[in-house]
């Protein structure tokens, strides 16, 4: 699938599960889990772009410069060490157009649903 395709289904729902899972993963990781506040925070209120392979956004310090990020990190301008906002930002996006381009579930019949309890109501 074509990274454009990708970004291009990046929305609000995607972004809000996304960041309800990350929240999951790093809840015994306090400085990642801070970075990830921060991106959600920063995604909302700062002029970005993402084509499905590179993070372009506004530094929240510095007026008009802008960081790249990527898979390998932010590029050279940027001063931060560890786990920081715009790698959580990337990882956030790239997260939700994964959970964008999954298929559905398909859901049960009537059927395969009155069988299931059926053998649930056999274990008791």
């Known amino acids: 699938m074509s990274n454009a395709i990708v970004a291009a289904s990046i929305n609000r729902t995607t972004v809000g599960?996304?960041?309800?899972?990350?929240?999951r993963e790093y809840?015994?990781?306090?400085?990642a889990l801070n970075?990830?506040?921060k991106a959600s925070v920063e995604?909302?209120?700062?002029?970005?772009?993402?084509?499905?392979e590179a993070l372009v956004i506004e530094s929240r310090t510095n007026i008009g410069h802008k960081y790249t990020v990527t898979s390998a990190g932010c590029d050279g301008s940027c001063k931060a060490r560890g786990s920081h906002?715009?790698?959580q930002a990337y990882e956030l996006l790239v997260r939700a157009g994964r959970i964008a381009t999954?298929?559905?579930?398909?859901?049960?019949t009537?059927?395969?649903y009155a069988k299931a309890l059926e053998l649930v109501d056999d274990l008791y």
């Open 43 to 52: 995604l909302s209120m700062t002029i970005w772009s993402f084509d499905g």
């Open 102 to 108: 999954q298929p559905a579930k398909p859901r049960q």
């Open 27 to 31: 809840a015994h990781n306090a400085t």
């Open 85 to 87: 906002w715009h790698q």
């Open 35 to 37: 970075a990830l506040n």
């Open 17 to 23: 599960h996304a960041l309800r899972i990350m929240r």
């Open 110 to 112: 009537d059927e395969q």
